[in-house]
């Protein structure tokens, strides 16, 4: 046999090799498995645990984490980083509850005052705009004031929104308009009342021909001796 005979012509086998035997093959080397970032984003955020949104970020983070780690078959690691996330992340929001209830306590009476305020500033605004459009409507039609809103909008004398007689929490209404006849002045009266009671606004406010703006501070109006003029 030669050194030409060392293989097998047919199999190409080394001559000699036990049966079944090959070379062997080169090792291919494997990268160790990496630590999942979501994980580590996850105990660091867990880790300001009475920073509430920080809280709801570890949460989030750890079990997305979780689930890349299981589906990665091995290429991930940091299970144990992302539980603790979750578990800090938890304690945080649980921790973050009695927090988040003083401040709403504190806020929300403050938000309903400073809305009621803006409604009734709002409001007085559009009795305003509406005695201005009265006397207007009343120059243009032989002394006559209008009886509705929609008398006023159709001479473009108030807005759209003001003339479906709610805006800014307010429902106004023209009322006790009497035309004028045989010497008897003209009158009317315009009111504005809250939608809802102590929520959208307190007082009432009111007007009529002599384009004095009233409060009422039972918040149901009209212009009864009650209602003091506005300063």
């Known amino acids: 046999m030669t ?36 994980a580590v984003v996850s105990l660091v955020c867990g880790l300001f645990i009475f920073a509430f949104p920080l809280s709801i970020v570890a949460i989030i ?10 589906r990665s078959a091995g290429r991930l690691k940091g299970e144990g980083i992302a539980i603790a996330g979750l578990v800090l992340g938890y304690a945080g929001v649980v921790a973050g509850i009695p927090v988040i209830l003083i401040i709403a306590a504190i806020a929300i009476p403050n938000f309903l005052r400073a809305r009621i305020a803006a409604n009734e500033s709002s409001s007085v605004s559009s009795i305003r705009t509406i005695t201005t459009a009265e006397i207007t409507y009343a120059a243009n039609h032989n002394g006559a004031f ?29 009322t006790s308009c009497t035309p004028a006849d045989a010497g008897v002045e003209a009158k009317y009266e315009v009111v504005a009342r809250p939608v809802t009671a102590s929520q959208s606004g307190r007082r009432a ?20 001796e009650r209602a003091q003029p506005l300063e």
């Open 3 to 38: 050194a030409e005979d060392r293989f097998c012509r047919a199999c190409g086998a080394q001559m000699g090799a036990a049966p079944g035997s090959a070379s062997p093959a080169a090792a291919i080397p494997v990268a160790p498995p990496e630590t999942s970032s979501k």
């Open 61 to 70: 983070f750890g079990h997305i984490s979780l689930s890349e780690i299981k």
């Open 146 to 174: 209008a009886c509705s809103l929609s008398d006023l909008n159709a001479d473009q004398l108030i807005d759209n929104v003001l003339a479906t007689g709610q805006k800014s929490g307010y429902r106004f209404e023209i």
């Open 205 to 224: 406010f009111c007007a009529d021909e002599t384009a004095v703006i009233r409060i009422d501070p039972g918040g149901s109006g009209p212009c009864a």
